[in-house]
């Protein structure tokens, strides 16, 4: 058994990622696996299970389990909200803490406020700017001295899997999405035309008539490029923060010097190991 001295886990809809973690920090194992809030039958059982492999320290949980489709509801923390909000709206039971998610007037976010003070908290960056984290519903937030103060969600990543999975695109979507000179041109006639929906058909039709290549990644570049107008409408100047999977902030760093923004790409696990180090530390 490895004696973690604190055991972070990152518990959505779909999938999991569980961290134990030592006296200073370090991961001393991590694995990710598909047992989403929607598969577990039996929560205590479950949780069980993980101090049995990794010893009775402090349990810190975040995301779609404190929702109300999962274990045990933490009600959401109202803007602005920085760590002290999120301490002391942790919600406790059977020796573990669940971290609270964050509401703005019609929005709410569970999981991605770890990552968002994780990475001020980081001196990844600053204190007063705004970020994006991509991802199946991507966050637009602003960050105000250290608190996240206002965000918007845009469904991009939920959409696209839609177009791929269950629409008339179906067949043109299936290639790997890269950014190159269909993604860009996606980008740029979102960004200059907003005509999204009547786009997003041309794939049909370009293709038909032989005029298309790279049809994944057209789609894909309009898709992000209609989320970054969005964004931006919302955000101050400056650079963009993108936190989350290399891949996806890569596509959206792409987007946005389309759009003339510079950004910084961020790793979504570090910043989201220290907001539970931070988090943790309030406990």
């Known amino acids: 058994m490895i004696q973690a001295s604190l055991i972070a886990i990152d518990w959505g809809t779909t999938n999991r990622r569980v961290f134990a973690l030592g006296p200073d920090g370090a991961v001393l194992e991590r694995f990710a696996d598909g047992l989403g809030i929607l598969s577990v039958p039996d929560f205590p059982a479950e949780i069980a299970a993980l101090r049995a492999r990794f010893g009775d320290a402090p349990m810190l949980l975040s995301g779609m389990i404190g929702s109300n489709r999962g274990w045990i509801e933490a ?26 998610g964050v509401r703005d007037i019609e929005d709410v976010m569970r999981g991605e406020e770890v990552q968002l003070l994780g990475a001020v908290s980081a001196g990844l960056m600053p204190r007063q700017g705004s970020a994006c984290l991509p991802g199946t519903h991507a966050k637009w937030a602003r960050i105000e001295r250290g608190a996240i103060s206002g965000f918007r969600t845009v469904m991009t990543g939920e959409v696209f899997a839609l177009l791929k999975q269950h629409s008339i ?22 960004l200059d035309e907003g005509e999204l929906l009547a786009d997003l058909f041309t794939i049909r039709a370009r293709a038909l008539l032989g005029g298309i290549e790279d049809p994944a990644s057209y789609a894909s570049g309009l898709l992000i490029g ?24 890569a596509l959206y760093a792409a987007a946005l010097e389309e759009a003339d923004r510079d950004s910084i790409q961020i790793d979504g696990e570090t910043a989201f190991l220290a907001g539970i180090h931070a988090i943790a530390a309030r406990l």
């Open 75 to 100: 009600p959401y923390v109202p803007c602005p909200a920085g760590f002290g909000a999120l301490s002391r709206g942790l919600v406790r039971v059977e020796g573990t803490a669940i971290v609270p």
């Open 169 to 190: 695109l179906s067949a043109q979507l299936q290639a790997p999405v890269r950014v190159g000179p269909a993604f860009v041109e996606g980008v740029q006639r979102a």
């Open 226 to 249: 209609s989320d970054v107008a969005i964004g931006l409408s919302m955000i101050d100047e400056g650079p963009v923060a993108l936190i989350g999977d290399p891949a996806l902030t």
